[in-house]
């Protein structure tokens, strides 16, 4: 069975950085793609970043080029998200999520596999 579980997050000033980590197990297909969405109060879930497990490609959200970085570390079958420089509108509850290579990175429906969620405050 497929598990993604979710750690770091919290909260932060304008400006700040976080890393949040996503420890998969269950499957180690090397078709598959993972990826953080964000979701804000009264929101559409929206792709944050996306990484290829075969060939390492990464995608992402124009919102976040330059501030946020995806990676992996297969040895330890970990997904980060290295977020710098953020901003108030980062403010969101942030999801790993594992699924096939689609078409689009950034379609949520293309994820089979959720983490539980953590929460990313960014304050003034």
């Known amino acids: 069975q497929v598990q993604l579980v979710q750690s770091g997050g919290g909260s932060v000033q304008a400006g700040g950085a976080l890393r949040l980590s996503c420890a998969y197990s269950?499957?180690?297909?090397?078709?598959?793609?993972m990826a953080w969405f964000r979701q804000a109060p009264v929101k559409e879930r929206e792709g944050v970043a996306a990484?290829?497990?075969?060939?390492?490609?990464?995608y992402y959200a124009d919102s976040v080029k330059g501030r946020f970085t995806i990676s992996q570390d297969t040895a330890k079958a970990t997904l980060y998200l290295q977020m710098n420089s953020l901003k108030l509108e980062d403010t969101a509850m942030y999801y790993c999520?594992?699924?096939?290579?689609?078409?689009?990175?950034?379609?949520?429906?293309?994820?089979?596999?959720w983490g539980q969620g953590t929460q990313v405050t960014v304050s003034s």
């Open positions: 999520a594992a699924g096939v290579r689609a078409l689009r990175w950034d379609g949520a429906s293309a994820y089979r596999y």
């Open positions: 269950g499957y180690s297909s090397s078709s598959f793609r």
């Open positions: 990484i290829d497990i075969r060939g390492g490609s990464t």
